[in-house]
């Protein structure tokens, strides 16, 4: 089966929803400037709430360590990295919390998938996702890139496909890619940063049917 993240769960509705639409992870967002943000009060109401129930990541883009701290206490399983975090910080952060932690790799070029490897041994799981215009938030733009470009990861590592993914076209981009993981956050949405119920059950569905 193919694992499905739904990224940015705001209310309790939306995570019911997620979990009814057997979605395997979601994502709670730590990134102030996202529309996405959740307070830290806000994220440990959810996160009990999906306790035992859906893998629950936490969303951070280049976080120093008080923050961190103050996101894995609200009750996280994962730590995802969404900025220039090097190897070195990536495995810094897994021995301090240790917990599992994803790293975003924004992808352009097959260059881009080459540098993945250098984060082998540090992160316990890759995202590949599209890179958004310089200034522009590291995610959640509603971008893809060519997914073609995945045939050239080889690593060892466990990666997902991430970048503007919605319920039109999760399938084929399984069938294209092969992805373990699919991650959605705006092609599920009405309005940015506001979850659309019909949206996450139709693109798990999709995703389902695609795996």
Same mark, same amino acid.
């Given at each position: 089966m193919t694992g499905i993240k739904i990224c940015g769960i705001d209310r309790a509705k939306v995570l019911e929803a997620a979990i009814a639409a057997r979605a395997s992870h979601v994502g709670l967002v730590f990134f102030p400037p996202s529309p996405r943000f959740l307070s830290s009060a806000d994220a440990a109401a959810l996160s009990l709430q999906a306790k035992g129930r859906v893998i629950r990541v936490g969303l951070f883009v280049d976080p120093d360590d008080a923050a961190l701290t103050e996101g894995v206490a609200t009750g996280l399983d994962a730590i995802q990295l969404h900025g220039e975090e090097s190897p070195a910080r990536v495995a810094e952060v897994k021995a301090r919390y240790g917990l599992e932690v994803w790293k975003v790799l924004p992808v352009a070029t097959a260059?881009? =998938?080459?540098?993945?490897?250098?984060?082998?041994?540090? #992160?316990?799981?890759?995202?590949?996702?599209?890179?958004?215009?310089?200034?522009?938030?590291?995610?959640?733009?509603?971008?893809?890139?060519?997914?073609?470009?995945?045939? %050239?990861?080889?690593?060892?590592? %466990?990666?997902?496909?991430?970048?503007?993914?919605?319920?039109?076209?999760? #399938?084929?981009? =399984? %069938?294209?890619?092969? %992805?373990?993981?699919?991650?959605?956050?705006?092609? =599920?949405?009405?309005?940015?940063?506001?979850?659309?119920?019909?949206?996450?059950? #139709?693109?798990?569905? #999709?995703?389902?049917?695609?795996?």
């Open positions: 260059d881009d =998938i080459a540098r993945s490897h250098a984060y082998h041994g540090a #992160a316990d799981f890759l995202l590949f996702d599209a890179k958004t215009p310089k200034g522009a938030l590291p995610g959640g733009m509603g971008l893809r890139f060519d997914w073609s470009l995945l045939t %050239a990861y080889r690593g060892p590592t %466990a990666w997902g496909l991430a970048g503007g993914l919605n319920a039109g076209n999760v #399938a084929q981009a =399984i %069938a294209r890619t092969g %992805a373990p993981l699919v991650d959605a956050s705006s092609g =599920i949405e009405s309005a940015p940063g506001v979850k659309d119920v019909t949206k996450i059950v #139709a693109f798990c569905a #999709a995703a389902h049917r695609g795996a």
